[in-house]
């Protein structure tokens, strides 16, 4: 919204990331100057369901993913990917509840996903 208000054109995407054809086809045909990606699967009802359900989650959140980056390569498009899941856990500096936040210069510690 905040890009149409400062007249920029937006689009959302139809088409599922992990099927590269039709990223191709929707990229060709808006021919954007950059894309911004947020997509991915987070499981429903929690994380947990990427846990048993590997193949799809890797299917959209990995080859998804470098399907849509890869193709925006070949065509010159700006791609931006927000993707955050399971970088942190909580821990004796951040503990559950204190309002402490990671910061950029913090390792990842999270260990409890296969990806």
């Known amino acids: 919204k905040m890009l149409q208000e400062e007249g920029i054109e937006v689009a959302a995407a139809e088409s599922r990331m992990e099927d590269r054809e039709a990223v191709a086809k929707e990229l060709d ?14 499981g429903r009802p929690n994380i947990d369901w990427c ?32 993707a955050t899941g399971c970088i942190f856990a909580y821990d004796e500096k951040h503990p559950l509840g204190s309002g402490i936040g990671f910061t950029e210069e913090d390792e990842p510690n999270f260990r409890g996903s296969f990806y």
């Open 29 to 42: 045909e808006y021919k954007p100057t950059h894309v911004l990606n947020a997509a991915g699967i987070t």
């Open 51 to 82: 846990e048993d359900n590997k193949p799809d989650t890797i299917r959209t959140n990995v080859i998804g993913t470098l399907n849509l980056a890869d193709l925006c390569y070949l065509r010159n498009i700006h791609c931006t990917v927000y």
